[in-house]
T-cell receptor, first 112, second 111 residues
Framework: KAGVTQTPRYLIKTRGQQVTLSCSPI?????VSWYQQTPGQGLQFLFE???????NKGNFPGRFSGRQFSNSRSEMNVSTLELGDSALYLC???????????FGPGTRLLVL | LAKTTQPISMDSYEGQEVNITCSHN???????ITWYQQFPSQGPRFIIQ???TKVTNEVASLFIPADRKSSTLSLPRVSLSDTAVYYC????????????FGAGTRLTVKP
């Protein structure tokens, strides 16, 4: 089975711009979660989608949003980028009734 | 919320067994304990998961005492390629915003 894939792998944006990141889960997995990882804050949960519905949300401002499509692929959008949004953005997928999350390689976002 | 505490760093030598302990005093009844390995600029890789007692797979063992307030990841006979950051995660995935990753333990394996 192919693992979780994320595109793009690297991205450079400037302040004020917006960005869309994409995640394709493991085949058959319907849950996709997004995380932000920074050296200072570590791994922080952004949100989770299951069957196209947002099920959980972390403590991030409304500039961070996401969606999930009927094929379980998910996108995350960050609007009005700030310097502090520079981070590794990770998505993880999980099978139904399973506790184990499997992470993708991440998208490294640099905001200048 | 189950806060986790891990050692910041550990050193070992090739061929040794490494034990990394995570403290989680406030673990909830339904929480699972999961360990991940992460290399620089890569996503965390699942190592092992458990609820109580001992779990073993082809790469590691996880020891969880009866009170579940700590857990120990055991890596047998480490190699240089095991140099990475190891994260302890406590929680239930149906409530991700209550899940807590530890700060991670940076393991350095020396020849």
């Amino acid at each position: 089975k192919a693992g979780v894939t994320q595109t793009p792998r690297y991205l450079i944006k400037t302040r004020g711009q917006q960005v869309t990141l994409s995640c394709s889960p493991i085949s058959g997995h319907r849950s996709v979660s997004w995380y932000q990882q920074t050296p200072g804050q570590g791994l922080q949960f952004l949100f989770e989608y299951f069957s196209e519905t947002q099920r959980n949300k972390g403590n991030f401002p409304g500039r961070f949003s996401g969606r999930q499509f009927s094929n379980s692929r998910s996108e995350m959008n960050v609007s009005t980028l700030e310097l502090g949004d520079s981070a590794l953005y990770l998505c993880a997928s999980r099978g139904m009734d399973q506790e184990t999350q499997y992470f993708g390689p991440g998208t490294r976002l640099l905001v200048l | 919320l189950a806060k986790t505490t891990q050692p910041i760093s550990m050193d070992s030598y090739e061929g040794q067994e490494v034990n990394i302990t995570c403290s989680h005093n406030n673990i909830a009844t339904n929480d699972y304990i999961t360990w991940y390995q992460q290399f620089p600029s890569q996503g965390p890789r699942f190592i092992i998961q458990g609820y109580k007692t001992k779990v073993t797979n082809e790469v590691a063992s996880l020891f969880i005492p009866a009170d579940r307030k700590s857990s120990t990841l055991s890596l047998p006979r480490v190699s240089l390629s095991d140099t990475a950051v190891y994260y302890c995660l406590v929680g239930r995935t149906y409530n991700n915003n209550d899940m807590r990753f530890g700060a991670g333990t940076r393991l350095t394996v020396k020849p």
